[in-house]
Each structure stands twice: as C-alpha cells, then as structure tokens.
C-alpha cells in the first residue's frame, strides 16, 4: 500500500532539511525516535543503521537515495519480515516549507505509521521547535 502525507509549516525549507539531514535532529521533531545509531552523522545514500524506538525496539534502516540540492531523500526499513520504504521531500512553500511524505509498504504497517508521521513532519516544519 502506498500512501502520501503533506504537512505545511513556518519553518525555512532549509532549517527542516537539516533536520533530516542531521541524524542526531531525528528525536527533536520526531517523539517515535530516542535515538539514531549509524556510522555517519549526517544522511548519505547507502548508510545504514539503525532507529531506536519506543521500548528500545531497534529498526534497520538502509538510505536508498540523497539529493539534498532538491532536498530528497528515500530510505528502506524493515523489522523482522516487516518491510517498508519511504520517500521525503522539503519544498520551500509561501511562508514557510512543507515536507512530503510517500510511505510504501504493508497496510497494516502504512495505516498504523501515519499519525505517528503526520505529528512528527508537523513537527520537522516548525519553526520554534
């Protein structure tokens, strides 16, 4: 199942974009995420790792895909035989950004992620965070 997710904010395009792009950011916009292990600080196609959810539920993540000059990014995560890939974008919009979100993956897994998703992007586009 595939679905989308926009959410418009006061928050330069820029600023929410370096919140993705700075993996330690994750848990300032995003309340699923305490933490985010991985070899490098910062997003780069290929890296792995892995984002510690509620409970310390650890989830491997792998970044498929980086453009930060269209600020775009698209990653793969999978816990046990759950799989699902998600694509984000940051657009400058009138007053601020809005980001992008296109989850693909199980329905069960897509339903239950997006208010989880939606409060966090509210979040990511916030300029006083």
Known sequence: MRSSITVTG????ALAWSRYETLSLWKTWSPQ????IAASPTL????TGLVVGPLGVRVPFEVLDVDAEAMEWRWHVRY?????TLEHTVRPAPGGCSTGLVIDGPPVVVLGY????QLALG????QDL
């Open 33 to 36: 995420i305490s933490d985010v």
């Open 44 to 47: 780069a196609t290929g890296l």
């Open 123 to 126: 979040r990511l586009v916030r």
């Open 10 to 13: 006061d928050a330069d395009a």
């Open 114 to 117: 997006r208010p989880l998703a």
């Open 80 to 84: 046990g035989p759950v799989r699902a």
